[in-house]
């Protein structure tokens, strides 16, 4: 009766960890996720708070963790859920969004800041960069599940033959 819950930028650690009567998946159990990644999330919620959305979370995180294949992962194996985007809208976006704060990242790491400098900083960091999240359906429950599997190596939302245990033991 132990749930393994999906990875959770906002709750997951780099190990798996209890989560109440639950187990939460650790972030360097997803695919393309490295020690270094997980570092600089969790260090940046830690010090600037939990992350509201996806625009957020870019813009808190290291320029390391902004890496396009590390946010796919993320993406595909629901490390964003809880903050009620779906995953087909933010895979839709992950690119143009991460070439966006990609390039604020490096001209602050070289010293070239904003025209605006200081204004930013009272609108939550990254002026004028906001990537909006399309409302577009989700993908069907066995690409969703597909990539969980690809991404974590066993399905956590939910499983292929779940609702189907009639039809499996009829056949007995």
């Known amino acids: ?3 393994v819950l999906p990875p959770d930028v906002n709750e997951s650690s780099h190990n798996f960890t209890a989560a109440g009567r639950d187990i939460r998946f650790g972030l360097t159990a997803v695919r393309n996720v490295g020690h270094n990644v997980v570092d600089g999330i969790v260090a940046a919620r830690t010090e ?3 992350y509201e959305d996806f625009n957020d979370f870019l813009a808190k995180v ?3 963790v902004c890496n396009k294949r590390v946010i796919e992962s993320l993406i595909k194996a629901g490390g964003f859920d809880d903050m009620k985007h779906r995953r ?3 895979w839709s976006v992950h690119e143009t969004a991460v070439d966006q704060y990609v390039d604020i990242k490096r001209n ?3 010293g070239q800041d904003s025209l ?3 204004l930013d900083d009272d609108l939550g960091g990254s ?6 999240i399309p409302d577009i359906d989700e993908w069907d429950k066995m690409t969703l599940l597909g990539h969980e599997r690809e ?3 066993l399905y956590v939302s939910d499983h292929p033959l779940f609702g189907l245990e009639h039809v499996l033991s009829n056949g007995t």
């Open 1 to 3: 009766k132990i749930n």
């Open 48 to 50: 600037k708070g939990r």
């Open 62 to 64: 290291p320029a390391q």
């Open 88 to 90: 087909r809208a933010l």
């Open 108 to 110: 602050e790491a070289i």
């Open 116 to 118: 605006f400098g200081g």
């Open 127 to 132: 002026f004028g960069v906001s990537v909006t």
């Open 151 to 153: 991404m974590l190596g």
